[in-house]
T-cell receptor, first 110, second 112 residues
Framework: GESVGLHLPTLSVQEGDNSIINCAYS??????FIWYKQESGKGPQFIID?????DKRQGQRVTVLLNKTVKHLSLQIAATQPGDSAVYFC?????????FGAGTRLTVKP | DAGITQSPRHKVTETGTPVTLRCHQT?????MYWYRQDPGHGLRLIHY???????DKGEVSDGYSVSRSKTEDFLLTLESATSSQTSVYFC???????????FGSGTRLTVV
């Protein structure tokens, strides 16, 4: 899950397995959430978003789940591939104030 | 990243010197942002712009200034660089204020 410490949480999965990356957000009033992927030496890339009036949204191989009761967001990646290795972080928005988590490093083992 | 370019990609500068980072976009987006990214921290907003000559401070604006004289360019200036400003700086653009940010590739700045 997300951390504000010096070291990123890490997740290591076998190629072909499913990955679940978690994020605890801070503001119960946040109404829009985004997952980003950041590869080494590159800028963050948008993966998928969800609004607070939804609890699940699916994209291509990715699913985002939102649990507002416990302020928790998760990103599920199906059939994880080596190209999915990256840092993943969530962002929450409340009245145009976007806040980003520190991220989780996903490593995919061949 | 398509439509957004940051320059320089890398810079080493001495403490006390002024530094300007440039963000250039070809998307004609209204909103532009400067973030810094440090180990263990999420992206933190320095300044943002919602139009030509319209800018506002973000969470960590002390020691930084910005200018936007035309839609396509957003400049970040460190008036007198300090070691605490060693970081990776990202520019982002958006057409509707908060959703759908597109980030640049970043500028790695080292202040020695």
């Amino acid at each position: 899950g997300e951390s504000v410490g010096l070291h990123l949480p890490t997740l290591s999965v076998q190629e072909g397995d499913n990955s679940i990356i978690n994020c605890a957000y801070s503001n119960s009033a946040s109404d829009y959430f985004i997952w980003y992927k950041q590869e080494s030496g590159k800028g963050p890339q948008f993966i998928i978003d969800i609004r607070s009036n939804m609890d699940k949204r699916q994209g291509q191989r990715v699913t985002v789940l939102l649990n507002k009761t416990v302020k928790h967001l998760s990103l599920q990646i199906a059939a994880t591939q080596p190209g999915d290795s990256a840092v993943y972080f969530c962002a929450e928005n409340n009245e145009n104030d976007m806040r980003f988590g520190a991220g989780t490093r996903l490593t995919v083992k061949p | 990243d398509a439509g957004i370019t940051q320059s320089p990609r890398h810079k080493v500068t001495e403490t006390g010197t002024p530094v300007t980072l440039r963000c250039h976009q070809t998307e004609n987006h209204r909103y532009m942002y400067w973030y810094r990214q440090d180990p263990g921290h999420g992206l933190r907003l320095i300044h943002y712009s919602y139009g030509v000559k319209d800018t506002d401070k973000g969470e960590v604006s002390d020691g930084y200034s910005v200018s936007r004289s035309k839609t396509e360019d957003f400049l970040l200036t460190l008036e007198s660089a300090t070691s605490s400003q060693t970081s990776v700086y990202f520019c982002a653009i958006s057409y509707r204020g908060l959703a759908g940010y597109t980030f640049g590739s970043g500028t790695r700045l080292t202040v020695v």
